[in-house]
């Protein structure tokens, strides 16, 4: 099944230099588990492929029910260089909404996540 | 001791509601009013407003803020922590002396985070300065500084408090520390209480933006948070234990719960199991949070580790120029007129042999802030704004690129509009070097003034 992050997460982002940060949290806790096993780093990354010139890594926030990204080489050069109108990587949270993961029939009926509208 | 210590955040950056200090300090109970004022890029502005008149290079603003809250400050004891004095507090504070009112205040103010005087006998000395993101040492751009400022801790700021304070003025003090400062003072936490320290930082990541945390810029459920036009300020209502809830004034706009804490804890996060301030590393993996009724949530079970011996460096430094022109196109075809404008107008900078370090191009209303990420479906587009920006060490080709947006509109392609601002201006750089430098040759200084 398709799940739509925007559906199962909200998320902030910010900056470091030319890298942004993307914290996504689960909706409901019983939903982390999911994020956790289907929002690779690498699934991430070919999420943003294209969009940013660097890595990506990931680390793990469970008493949060979140993850945080960090995107490198997404802003240009970061701070008062970049040219980009989210030269602060303000939104690059809303970015990673856009993506989908597949999760088995089973387990995402078991998690009781939203199915796409 | 106090069971409960309450810090009132009241500005989250310089240029935050002006109205904030004031309906903190008056709308319920607190102890402490916490103001934030700089960013990376605060202090190179500051720096710049210094070299025009050695009387300036502080927040302004904080002046008003002063004087909008000096009856809360001398009639009910409330004392206020800001960094307001940006480059230069000791004039900051000798602008607050100036407010009619002011006898009732006693000021201390911390210098010593400042190295740009010392730069050259600090390299001298063997203190590289090295970027810490790309290694390179400071003497390759030594001479394009503008200004350099060690990031400093809770303990001058405690210091000022115990030397009988109300009002205690920093440069380049950390965001956090202006926060955990008055606990540690409040609660005599020793500075090897790791876990309480952490806790102190926390609490002030938390309400360092102003009310990032309390219903601003919150994505979780943001239709039905209510009245934001009078939204709350955060208050951190701390215990000796190191716990403590993050809550603001009963009637106020806004919301405190789970989601809007959460989504401020993992704001500009880096490593959570390090994050390292002058005074202690926080272990952001060890937070708990609970819902603790309405409009509050409860933050404990914080974990800390010993501080670095290092601090950490912001250095602002002059890099080349910039200006950014926009244009807006309109249906039908907005999306390839756009697209056809940016490709003649880069071909003319090419013609004139105009060098730049940067072109980008974004197409606002299409894919600016997502890129390639976002779905175009160009025919629905009605308008879209041609956005180009250009980046070089050269400001003569910059400025001469400036000249060349305009001409577009007559000799471009159509249905184009939306030049009523004028030419781009072009604007100096001034980028940010980060660096690492040992804690020992910080000395910081307070004086109660």
């Known amino acids: 099944m398709k799940i739509r992050l925007v559906d199962v997460a909200h998320a902030r982002s910010g900056d470091k230099g030319d890298t942004a940060n993307v914290g996504l949290i689960a909706l409901k806790p019983e939903w982390y588990p999911v994020l956790e096993k289907y929002v690779t780093r690498d699934a991430v990354a070919k999420h943003f492929e294209g969009a940013i010139d660097g890595p990506v890594t990931r680390y793990e926030l469970p008493n949060l029910n979140a993850l945080n990204f960090l995107l490198h080489g997404a802003l240009d050069g970061g701070g008062t260089l970049s040219l980009k109108t989210d030269a602060q990587g303000k939104v690059f949270s809303t970015a990673l909404l856009r993506m989908s993961i597949d999760v088995p029939d089973a387990e995402a009926e078991a998690a009781g996540l939203p199915r796409v509208k | 001791m106090k069971e409960i210590v309450r810090v009132a955040s009241g500005q989250g950056f310089w240029g935050d509601s002006l109205e904030a200090p004031r309906q903190q300090v008056e709308g319920g109970e607190v102890d402490y009013l916490m103001l934030d004022y700089l960013a990376e890029v605060t202090m190179s502005i500051l720096q710049k407003q210094r070299e025009r008149d050695p009387s300036m290079g502080y927040a302004r603003d904080f002046v008003g803020a002063i004087e909008s809250v000096l009856p809360a400050i001398t009639q009910r004891g409330v004392k206020v922590i800001a960094n307001a004095g940006g480059v230069n507090p000791p004039a900051c504070a000798a602008a607050i002396r100036g407010l009619d009112g002011s006898s009732g205040l006693r000021i201390a103010v911390v210098t010593g985070d400042d190295l740009l005087g010392r730069l050259d006998e600090l390299i001298d000395h063997g203190h590289s300065l090295a970027n810490m993101e790309t290694g390179e040492p400071l003497a390759s751009i030594r001479e394009r500084v503008l200004s350099a400022n060690a990031y400093i801790g809770s303990v001058p700021i405690v210091e000022g408090l115990e030397k009988g304070a109300n009002v205690v003025i920093t440069g380049r003090s950390t965001d956090t520390a202006l926060t955990m400062a008055p606990l540690r003072h409040e609660f005599g936490w020793k500075e090897n209480e790791w876990d309480k320290l952490a806790a102190g930082i926390i609490a002030g990541h938390i309400i360092e933006c102003g009310a990032q945390c309390s219903g601003g810029n919150c994505l979780y459920d943001w239709q039905n ?225």
């Not at chain 2, 404008?341 to 974004?362: N, V």
């Not at chain 2, 209303?365 to 976002?374: F, I, P, Q, R």
């Open chain 2, 225 to 449: 948070i209510p009245n934001m036009a009078n939204v709350g300020y955060p208050i951190a209502e701390a215990n000796p234990d190191g716990s403590f809830v993050i809550t603001k004034h009963p009637g106020t706009g806004g919301r405190i719960n789970v989601p809007s804490v959460s989504e401020q804890l993992v704001y500009e996060m880096g490593d959570p199991h390090e994050y390292i301030t002058p005074d202690v590393v926080a272990d952001f993996t060890s937070i708990r949070l609970e819902q603790d009724g309405t409009d509050r949530v409860r933050v404990f079970g914080i974990k800390g580790r010993p501080a670095t011996d290092k601090l950490k460096v912001s250095i602002a430094y002059r890099s080349g120029f910039k200006a950014v022109g926009t244009l807006v196109y309109s249906w039908p075809d907005a999306v390839e007129k756009a697209q056809a404008a940016d490709r003649i107008l880069r071909e003319r900078l090419d013609r004139l042999g105009l060098r730049f370090d940067q072109i980008l191009t974004e197409l606002v209303g299409v894919s600016a802030t997502h890129g390639v990420l976002a779905p175009v479906n160009a025919e629905s587009v009605n308008e879209v704004q041609l956005r180009i920006g250009v980046r070089g060490e050269n400001r003569r080709d910059v400025e001469r690129f400036t000249r060349e947006i305009a001409p577009l509109v007559l000799n471009g392609p159509p249905s184009v509009t939306g030049f009523a601002g004028g030419r781009p201006k072009v604007e100096e750089i001034v980028a940010y070097w980060p660096a690492l430098i040992d804690k020992s040759v910080v000395t910081t200084r307070v004086e109660i003034v």
